[in-house]
């Protein structure tokens, strides 16, 4: 399958988002202002790894579900499932008033999201592709320009 070009937009933005929730997590901003040091550090941990995640996605071009690739490309999601898991460790562990993890919670549907939207595109290109350039009676097709 092609690599990225959208997807890896999107796997940009959501890196940066991470980042952010980590430097915001890890100075104590708004929810998690009356954390305890170990709780901020974890999580901060947490989202910073999977902000990471995310920018291997985007850098690599190829996503974090890929059929082919480095080995994170085709296996990251299963990093991103165990890093969600581990905030919803972190965050039993912790007091209910400390900030919440759910926000991590969406970042299992985005690598097969990005996924499903690059099918949807290129299949969509191939039938663009087909309606502009019918086929000839021996099967053979006109060069695209």
Known sequence: ???LKLGAVVYA??????????????RGFDAYAGADQW??????????LTGVMFGIGAITRR?????????ICRS??????ALVCAAFVVYVLG????????????????PAFVKRMQEKYYEGR???ERELNPEVPDEVRPPSV
């Open 13 to 26: 933005v959501v890196a940066v988002g991470w980042f952010v929730s980590a430097v915001l997590t890890l």
């Open 63 to 71: 996503g974090l579900v890929s059929d082919e690739g480095p080995r």
């Open 76 to 81: 990251g999601w299963i990093v991103v499932i």
């Open 126 to 128: 191939e039938e663009a």
């Open 39 to 48: 709780y901020l550090i974890a999580m901060g941990t947490v989202f910073l």
């Open 95 to 110: 007091d209910d008033e400390w900030g919440t993890p759910f926000p991590n919670l969406v970042a299992v549907f985005i």
């Open 1 to 3: 399958m092609p690599k």
